[in-house]
C-alpha cells in the first residue's frame, strides 16, 4: 500500500490564483481530512469527509472547498489564494471509530 | 472536545526514558487520549491511544491517571530519533482531532 499520497509537495502560486491539491489513498478508508499547520503551531482542521459524497467543515475551513466523489480522493480547492494561505498542509485518512489516522508527506505551499 | 496543556519542550538523555506530561483536566468520560509526534516537518505519526486503562505498545506506554485528568507518554529508552514534537490529542470524534502546540523533545547523547 502506498498509504496517503499528496501532490504537489511544494508549490508557489500568486495572490488570487486557484488551485487544487490532491490527496488519495489505498486503504479503502471512510473518513478523510485535511489540515493546515503554520509555523511553529500544530494541526487545524480544514474540512473532512465521512465517506463519498459526504463533507463538512472543520475549524478554518473559509479560503477552501473540498469534494469526496470517491473513496480514494479528497481534493482542496483553493478558490482565490492569499498570503494567508501560505501554509503546509496535510491530509490524513482513517477507517473511523478510535482507530489511527494515517497522515500524508504534506504540501508546502508559498502564496506571493 | 477536551483541551489539553503540554510543557512547550523537554529535554531527555539518550538511552533514559523520556515522559511527556499532558493535562486534560475538562476530559468527558467517552474521550480518547491520543498520542502523535511529528519528526521535522513530515506528517504527525500515530504512536499510542487509551481510554481508561494504561496502554503499551512496541513504541511507547500511556500512563492515565485514575481521574483521567492527566496522562503520561512514556519512551522506554529515548534515542536520538525520537527527537520531535510529540502532542496530546483528547477527543471522541475522528473527524474533529484538535491539535495544540505539542511538547518539543530533545534527545541528546
Known amino acids: 500500500n502506498a498509504g496517503v499520497t499528496q501532490t504537489p509537495k511544494f508549490q508557489v502560486l500568486k495572490t488570487g490564483q486557484s488551485m487544487t491539491l490532491q490527496c488519495a489513498q489505498d486503504?479503502?478508508?471512510?473518513?478523510m481530512s485535511w489540515y493546515r499547520q503554520d509555523p511553529g503551531m500544530g494541526l487545524r482542521l480544514i474540512h473532512y469527509s465521512v465517506g463519498a459524497g459526504i463533507t463538512d467543515q472543520g475549524e478554518v475551513p473559509n479560503g477552501y472547498n473540498v469534494s469526496r466523489s470517491t473513496t480514494e480522493d479528497f481534493p482542496l480547492r483553493l478558490l482565490s489564494a492569499a498570503p494567508s494561505q501560505t501554509s503546509v498542509y496535510f491530509c490524513a485518512s482513517t477507517p473511523g471509530g478510535e482507530n489511527e489516522q494515517f497522515f500524508g508527506p504534506g504540501t508546502r505551499l508559498t502564496v506571493l | 472536545d477536551a483541551k489539553t496543556t503540554q510543557p512547550p519542550s523537554m529535554d531527555c538523555a539518550e538511552g533514559r526514558a523520556a515522559n511527556l506530561p499532558c493535562n486534560h483536566s475538562?476530559?468527558?468520560?467517552?474521550?480518547?487520549v491520543y498520542w502523535y509526534r511529528q519528526i521535522h516537518s513530515q506528517g504527525p505519526q500515530y504512536i499510542i491511544h487509551g481510554l481508561k486503562n494504561n496502554e503499551t505498545n512496541e513504541m511507547a506506554s500511556l500512563i492515565i491517571t485514575e481521574d483521567r485528568k492527566s496522562s503520561t507518554l512514556i519512551l522506554p529508552h529515548a534515542t536520538l530519533r525520537d527527537t520531535a514534537v510529540y502532542y496530546c490529542?483528547?477527543?471522541?470524534?475522528?473527524?474533529?482531532?484538535?491539535f495544540g502546540a505539542g511538547t518539543r523533545l530533545t534527545v541528546k547523547p
Open positions: 475538562t476530559i468527558s468520560g467517552n474521550e480518547y
Open positions: 486503504m479503502n478508508h471512510e473518513y
Open positions: 490529542i483528547a477527543f471522541y470524534n475522528n473527524n474533529d482531532m484538535r
